[in-house]
């Protein structure tokens, strides 16, 4: 049997400054792209702009769309198959408050929840932002939104106030189908005071 090392990611919602959408628009082809052991695509703060916002501070201008974004990394794993490689598509959280198509709505978040259901992220992570009301944490859970990611949708030190259990899962551990590389997932938030959720502190969560 062979045994593989786990790298670890741990997602932080706290980390906003990861642009994945940097690296589409930098990419003039899939095979322009260096592939390693570990391939890491990362999409954080999108706040409900599924069809692109721009960003014209950002060199090159950042505004890929989700239609953008799942293409490029179709096309990439589908690259990355050819050379026995894996890439590992990951949401760092906030999607919703930011656009009509999420603050319109009577309640944040439930007509885009549907939508983001059909972006094949690998595994996403919880934002501060979804846990500011309690209608939005309510449509998380009866869109399916949780659900259909089947247990990849992370929560990792985040608790629902109500139950004090988790509201996603607490980790996943992500497979390559063509590396065989396994990736240890974690869904980690900072220390927000919010009446929905209750969260643990890091360094405890860990220690358990």
Known sequence: ???YNIPIFVMLSLFNGMRGVALLIM?????SLELHDVNIFVVTDTHSWMDAHRHLDSAPPTDATYGNVTSFVTSMKEYAATVNKDIFFLDN???VDGTGLS??????????FPLLMKVPFDAMAI???ECYDGGTINAMISTNYIGSRKGTYLTSNVLLASTME???SRYVVLE???SGTRLLVLGMLYNVSENN?????IITCMSH
């Open 197 to 201: 959720m209750r969260i643990i502190n």
């Open 93 to 95: 959280g906030d999607v």
């Open 103 to 112: 603050n319109a709505s009577p309640v944040d978040g439930e007509e885009l």
């Open 127 to 129: 934002g501060n932002h």
């Open 1 to 3: 049997m062979t045994n």
């Open 27 to 31: 990419a003039n082809s899939a095979s």
């Open 166 to 168: 988790p509201l996603g």
């Open 176 to 178: 390559g189908p063509n």
